[in-house]
Every structure is written in structure tokens, then in C-alpha cells.
């Protein structure tokens, strides 16, 4: 690989209205990349559509949701947030094809995804952006897709899809969130972690949930460091690049607001994730610092 392809368009953009910054932070995230000086090829994606949309989703979920004629996981009926979804989606599902038929690695800048289930909005989550995809591409020939959840919180509602679909033959699905959560844990995840990666040996490609909100500092996490997070981050891709497994991955939760409103320290921890990655599937390639820590 010369570059990372990097899927993103500012349609995947929209206020949330909420506490979360997730519909709102691509554009950011994608602007800090960009001065780290990682060699990034960009990618329009295409919207997902309502049909792609409903081989994870009810039918009648989809188009109310879409028709803001249902609150979407923010909790409004936003028509900017229900115009972004299909992107969002869509980013996840271009990023994953192309790793699948391409190899390496592949990214998404985009979050919203795992506490959205069958029928049901929640947790920030609208649509599942993870088996939205998975159940694409196994209808394109994958023959198993592996969902590795690395944000803090358990993937309740990728289980639920996973379930209604009886999914689990062809769906690896690993939701760090279900078991740990505490500072004191971080040592035993460490040591779970290679096995954990080494389950995935089987997928065709893997979904990789980055979430930033494990850090310790996060309001609605706490129990890894910034060192820790990119640690994470480095395992997770040298065990892939190792395994012969291609990897698409996204940003997922991270909730830490600065002084003045800015998430700073969230750009911070998803720069570390790009440059993590970028050292592994571009080697020899300088990449800055973190240029959110350096703003």
C-alpha cells in the first residue's frame, strides 16, 4: 500500500442536537488526519441505500427513520441527521469492500452504530453502520465477517442483529464493552487481546471499532490511557497485517469536551489510531506527532 484510502464526504455530516459529537466530528477528525501527514486517498462513498439498510434493519424502522417520522439515536427527528445516515453507512460499507477486495487496511471516519438494533434506535446509534456492512458483503460472497468492538460500551444491539439474523455462522463478533471496564482490568485485556485477534483468522475481512471512549478521562468511559489506546491500536493492526486479514475501521464513541466545547482530546486519540495504522500498512512512511497535540 502507498496510501491509506480514507472514506469520507461531508455529507456524512450533520449537528446532532445531542451530547454526543459523533455526527458532527468527521469533518474534524478528517482535517486533523490530514496534518499529520499520513499519505491519505480519499473516497466519495456512496449512500446506503434503503434496501441495504434493511438486511440489518426492519423494513418500517428504515423508512420512518429516513421520513424523520421516528427519532433517530439522538433522540430527535433531525432531517439533517436523517439525510447523513445513508453516508455514514455507506462510508463504512465502501471502506470494508474495498479492504475485502483490495486488502490492508481501509477507513471510515464515522461512529453511530452499535447500540442500534433490529427495530430500534439508541445510544447515539441509529442504523448499524457494522452488520448494515457484514450483511452486504456476505451477500456479495464473503464468507465470514468479523466485528471487533474496541469502544467501552457492550455492542448490545450488533448482538441483537446477530441474533435475528442467526448470523453468528457467518459473523465473528468480539464487544470488549461486555467484560471490562475498569483501570484495574487493562492488564488482563492486554493479555486476552492476541487471542481474542487470532480468533478472526476465519474472516474475510474485520470491522474494527476504534472507540476512543475507553480512555480514562472519557464521561462515559474511564479505563485506558492515551498510551494504553494506542498500544491497543498497534496490536490490533500488526495482528492483522500478520494474520493475512484486511481491516476496515471507524471511530466509534469518545466524549471528551476541552474548556471551550472542542474535543481536542478525542482528535487526539483517534490521530494515535491513524498513525498507528499508518506505521503498520505504510512502513517507512514519517508521520507528525499527533496533530491535535500539537494544537
Known sequence: MKSLP????????????????????PAQVVASWR?????????????ASAGQLSLAHQG??????LACERENGFGNRSAAVAASLPFTTGAMLGAARHAWLKGGAAVAPCSGFHHAQWAAAGGFCTFNG??????????EG???VGILDLDHHWGDGTQDIIDRLDASSWVEHFSAGLTYSRPSQAADFFKRLPGVLAGFQRCDVVLYQAGADPHVEDPLGGWLTT????ERDALVFEAFLRL??????????????DAAG??????QIHDNTMRECARVFLPGQAVADSAAAQR
Not at 35 to 47: S, T
Not at 262 to 267: A, H, M, P, Q, R
Open 6 to 25: 480514507v472514506f469520507f464526504s461531508p455529507r456524512m455530516v450533520a449537528p446532532s442536537q445531542s451530547f454526543s459529537p459523533s455526527a458532527e466530528k
Open 35 to 47: 496534518r499529520l501527514g499520513v499519505p491519505l486517498q480519499f473516497h466519495e462513498p456512496a449512500a
Open 262 to 267: 472542542g474535543i481536542l482530546k478525542v482528535l
Open 130 to 139: 457494522l452488520m448494515v456492512t457484514a450483511a452486504v458483503l456476505h451477500a
Open 227 to 230: 498510551t494504553q489506546l494506542r
Open 244 to 257: 493475512g486479514v484486511p481491516v476496515a475501521w471507524n471511530l466509534a464513541g469518545g466524549y471528551q469536551r
Open 60 to 65: 418500517d424502522f428504515v423508512r420512518e427513520v
Open 142 to 144: 464473503a464468507r465470514a
